[in-house]
T-cell receptor, first 113, second 113 residues
Framework: DVKVTQSSRYLVKRTGEKVFLECVQD?????MFWYRQDPGLGLRLIYF???????EKGDIPEGYSVSREKKERFSLILESASTNQTSMYLC????????????FGPGTRLTVL | GQNIDQPTEMTATEGAIVQINCTYQ??????LFWYQQHAGEAPTFLSY????GLEEKGRFSSFLSRSKGYSYLLLKELQMKDSASYLC??????????????FGKGTKLSVKP
């Protein structure tokens, strides 16, 4: 079974703090993704990576950065958290190839006060 | 532009059949996915269509018409545990050779006894 794990299920931070969200997958997937999910807006892609040390911006990268130093790990960084970054953050991974589904982690519900 | 439309909410009765529609307009097309997401949980993969026609998988079937930009997910013999959100996602042409997923906002299905 593919397993995608995220470092925290719930996180509360203060405005201006630096926040790290970690994601690890154990199936040697090339591709990794970070999404946020908000009511009425659905899943939106923040950043993705198709290889180690490679990263590309998704649809809403402002205020975020990422790091992929190892194939199995993809980190999302909020340099200075703001209240509008309160959301559910979902990490996903997949094999390369158009027909391969993405496997999602359990999500981190981040609240920024 | 990129746009995926699906109904916001649907209600159906246990044992019945329900069809959840999805229409899309995207920059290119490399396949369509359906995911199921129970409240507070991660999305899980249900089906993938890349060619026109019907794909059947147990109680769930998914249909695709590329010329109409249309798909549906058919759920038969509904069970209470099918109460969840159903996400339609299209793989576009951007985001590397495989293309990224663009998600609809999801359809919340409530199954009543």
């Amino acid at each position: 079974d593919v397993k995608v794990t995220q470092s925290s299920r719930y996180l509360v931070k203060r405005t201006g703090e630096k926040v790290f969200l970690e994601c690890v997958q154990d199936m040697d997937h090339e591709n990794m993704f970070w999404y946020r999910q908000d009511p009425g807006l659905g899943l939106r892609l923040i950043y993705f990576s198709y290889d180690v040390k490679m990263k590309e911006k998704g649809d809403i990268p402002e205020g975020y950065s990422v790091s992929r130093e190892k194939k199995e790990r993809f980190s999302l960084i909020l340099e200075s958290a703001s209240t509008n970054q309160t959301s559910m953050y979902l990490c996903a991974s997949s094999l390369g190839g158009a027909g391969n589904e993405q496997f999602f982690g359990p999500g981190t519900r981040l609240t920024v006060l | 532009g990129q746009n995926i439309d699906q109904p916001t909410e649907m209600t159906a009765t246990e044992g019945a059949i329900v069809q959840i529609n999805c229409t899309y307009q995207t920059s290119g097309f490399n396949g369509l996915f359906w995911y199921q997401q129970h409240a507070g949980e991660a999305p899980t993969f249900l089906s993938y269509n890349v060619l026109d026609g019907l794909e059947e998988k147990g109680r769930f079937s998914s249909f695709l018409s590329r010329s109409k930009g249309y798909s549906y997910l058919l759920l038969k013999e509904l069970q209470m545990k099918d109460s969840a959100s159903y996400l339609c996602a299209v793989r576009s042409n951007y985001g590397g050779s495989q293309g990224n997923l663009i998600f609809g906002k999801g359809t919340k299905l409530s199954v009543k006894p």
